[in-house]
């Protein structure tokens, strides 16, 4: 029994001293942090790099839409303009199913 108080003194004191020693510290990164990010040179660079990800993102952006009615265009000019019929119907509704069910012949999942 004396061992098991000892333990939960003994950690109950570390925890408390710990705990202070970590707030002091946590406070001293932090304010090293605001004083890096504070300096003209970190605020333009980082300026600089957000303009360059927004400007790769509206390129990447782009290109995927350009790629995407390429896709669409190419599956259009495959489809027989000759029967009215055939370009206006849709393709099938397929009912999502929830993971390990697979839907029966007719629409329900089991």
Do not use: C, W
Not at 83 to 103: K, M, R, Y
């Amino acid at each position: 029994m004396a061992k098991k108080l000892f333990f939960v003194l003994g950690a109950g004191v570390g925890y408390v001293l710990g705990t202070r020693a970590g707030r002091e510290r946590y406070n001293a990164m932090t304010a090293q942090a605001r004083e890096f990010l504070d300096k003209p040179e970190v605020k333009e660079a980082t300026t600089a790099v957000q303009a360059e990800a927004n400007r790769l993102y509206r390129e990447g952006k782009d290109a995927v839409r350009d790629k995407v009615r390429q896709l669409h265009l190419r599956g259009e000019s495959t489809v027989d303009s000759s029967s009215a019929d055939t370009a206006s119907v849709a393709p099938p509704a397929v009912a999502p199913t929830a993971v390990g069910q697979t839907p029966s012949a007719n629409g329900t999942s089991y």
